[in-house]
């Protein structure tokens, strides 16, 4: 029985547990991986501190930071439940059941998925959701990004640097995400940008070998050897159906980071926090386990 | 005329800048000085990322990255007055008036006086309100902390170091703060706390020499030759009168930092954000400043 469990290991869901060690918390982190997200960053200038640093550094040092405080961390379990019964809540994993009298969900975000033929069947075989993980396999070939938002751009500029050509397979009729990022892009003559366009299908034998896209009506085949999708992210909060959501899957939180379920917090992507930034999510977890404690001494 | 002012060049407002030039707008931060609180830090293990880092090492880190951008900053202009016209929003200074659509009130918090006799009349004569600044200056000496929470404490653990006998005058039945800096403060045989406490006045000749302490009803002298006053911090918010503020004198801002004024909006420590950490406030900067952008978007 702890005091304290906090599902998720990115940078919410660790400064939860920095914060939660140094109030001397009984806790465990229970997670699928360590970084989330920010895991699979490429470069990261915005989080206030390190003006340059990459997202596996970055979350390098996030754990070399909570591990500093010897927390007990449960990774490669994802949850699959979360229930209160009178004063206790459970949390079920793959792998077990543990109880506690406060939770923080600090799940994240998931990457979403085209819903295109060929997408499934190409997955790792030249169709990837990480460029920060998967860019290096691509030297020289011609790619294709899915997407013409921040995490679009951000494949962008590490894909220029090592792959052959680039197509950017937007939406919407501009690419969006911030100024400094999509000047870079645009900049670089090995980006091809498509505008107001659609991925159809992708096709290929044993790897990708092409992608077909759909523009104003007309349909064309565009060959390349890579596939990466940037087409945005899902909350990671399906095992949480005790909590109330929005319409986007998102976890409602109040501004203390209070769930719809009274000892149930929720912080950072997961949450309908309006913007998703690792910076924010941080501040998001602090915020969590600082309201987490209070409950907590209030209940004894 | 700029798009945007931001108030105020601590974690919140420096965080605020480093997104607002990352999304190109034309801004200028007006400040009294460059940290705020976090540059009266001691030791900080709590920032997410650092393990280990003093306040000012960690402000440092701050200004470097907010001067990468080449953001222009007025230091040393005390803000005194802000005023809406239609779209327009006038910040008055000590040295003039400048003019923008939308403004970021990021100003902090200031130390609270105790309003004591000897108070006035000591300052900077062996009376400080800032340890970090001010510890190094009394190397052997005696000193007394006026306070109980966490930035007590860390006065504490500094002085600890430098000085003799370091007295804590309490005004609560137990220390506050973390555990994990109270464990450290009370295993330290050079501390003794008096708690229940207060101080009825500060003695001395040209400097200080002497606290008259207040507890279960008796008084008695204690020779220092130093006090340092940690009695909590109030939000630098008078110059704000145009928005609404809680009883606390604190701006009211929503999840997304809205004040009650279209086109204000605040962040970090001024506001009622729940909790009062560098991180947090990091965080409600970044929020702060997206929701700026997206505001001045909609408007154009």
Same mark, same amino acid.
């Given at each position: 029985m702890y005091d304290l469990i906090i599902i998720g290991a990115g940078p919410a869901g660790i400064t939860a547990a920095v914060y939660a060690a140094r109030k001397r918390m009984n806790f465990v982190v229970i997670t699928n991986d360590i970084g989330g997200q920010a895991a699979w960053s490429g470069d990261i200038e915005n989080y206030t501190g390190y003006q340059f640093v990459t997202g596996p550094d970055l979350v390098s040092k996030f754990e070399e930071h909570m591990k500093k405080f010897n927390v007990s961390v449960k990774e490669g379990e994802p949850v699959a439940d979360i229930k209160k019964n009178g004063d206790i809540i459970t949390?079920?994993?793959?792998?077990?059941?543990?109880?506690a009298r406060v939770i923080i969900i600090a799940s994240g975000k998931i990457s979403r998925e085209l819903g295109v033929p060929g997408e499934k069947e190409f997955k790792n075989k030249g169709l990837t959701y990480c460029a920060t993980c998967d860019a290096p396999l691509f030297s020289g070939k011609d790619v294709a990004? $899915?997407?013409?938002? =921040?995490?679009?751009?951000d494949a962008a500029l590490q894909l220029i640097k090592i792959a052959g050509k680039v197509y950017m397979i937007n939406i919407a009729s501009q690419l969006g995400g911030d100024a400094i990022m999509r000047e870079k892009? &645009?900049?670089?003559? @090995?980006?091809?940008?498509?505008? =107001?366009?659609?991925?159809?299908? $992708?096709?290929?034998? @044993? &790897?990708?070998?092409? $992608? @077909?896209?759909?523009q104003e009506g007309k349909e064309r085949e565009i060959p390349v050897g890579g596939v990466f999708v940037e087409a945005g992210l899902s909350p990671n909060s399906g095992f949480a159906k005790a909590v109330e959501m929005n319409e986007g899957g998102e976890i409602k939180v109040n501004c203390r980071n209070e769930t719809s379920v009274p000892g149930i917090f929720a912080a950072g992507d997961v949450t309908n926090v309006p913007e998703k930034q690792i910076i924010i999510a941080a501040g998001e977890g602090s915020k969590a386990a600082l309201s987490a404690f209070r409950y907590l001494s209030q209940k004894r």
């Open positions: 949390v079920k994993t793959n792998k077990g059941e543990y109880e990004i $899915i997407g013409g938002g =921040n995490s679009a751009l892009v &645009m900049a670089n003559s @090995k980006v091809k940008v498509f505008n =107001n366009s659609q991925v159809a299908s $992708i096709s290929g034998g @044993k &790897m990708v070998t092409s $992608i @077909k896209v759909r």
